[in-house]
């Protein structure tokens, strides 16, 4: 690990929990920032907001965005999953796919590593398949109740968080991260 701390800027409790329970308590210090949402690329919000929390923070960072892509919309909502299920609800977003045969969706977590302002911003990306389902399980954490991983039974809001945490998107990310760390 690198001497200097590395705040991980996220205002989501769920998400620092999850990312704790996977990486452990203490490797991060956390901080809240409203850092403005750029239209793009989950790659391009990504770096965009590594780029302003290290400028913020003046020292390193790291942020995360995650995005549900639904195959027959062509990858959308993509990374504007948050303001659909915001929206409408997740009970509501399996049917956006209702005139549609195909009913799958890729799970994408990008961690973005700034070392401070001015830096080059680094990727890790984690990504799982699955299907969009009918809500199912506790509505906590964002769109998990409608999201059924390949080859489970349950939706990601119905695992176990120890089941979840070692399959996810943001695990598979999160290891990548964490081995750049360790360099």
């Known amino acids: 690990m690198m001497s200097a701390p590395i705040t991980f800027v996220t205002g989501n409790a769920n998400k620092l929990k999850e990312v704790n329970a996977i990486l452990g308590e203490g490797t991060f210090i956390n ?27 003046g020292g390193p960072v790291v942020v995360e965005d995650t995005a549900l892509g639904f195959a027959a919309m062509g990858g959308l909502p993509g990374p504007y999953i948050k303001w659909y299920y915001e929206t409408i609800g997740n009970e509501n977003l399996p049917r956006l796919l209702a005139g549609f045969e195909d009913k799958t969706a890729t799970a994408t977590c990008t961690f973005a590593y700034c070392s401070g302002p001015g830096e080059q911003v680094q990727l890790f990306q984690g ?30 809001a119905e ?25």
Request: proline share 5%; hydrophobic share 40%.
């Open 127 to 156: 990504k799982i398949d699955g299907d969009i389902v009918q809500a199912r399980g506790p509505p906590i954490n964002g769109w998990n109740p409608v999201f059924q991983p390949k080859g489970y039974d349950s939706t990601f």
């Open 31 to 57: 901080h809240k920032l409203d850092l403005d949402e750029l239209q793009g690329s989950i790659e391009e919000i990504a770096i965009h907001k590594a780029k302003s929390a290290a400028a913020i923070i």
């Open 159 to 183: 695992m176990d968080c120890a089941v979840k945490n070692s399959i996810s998107h943001r695990y598979l990310a999160l290891q990548k991260l964490k081995a750049f760390l360790k360099k």
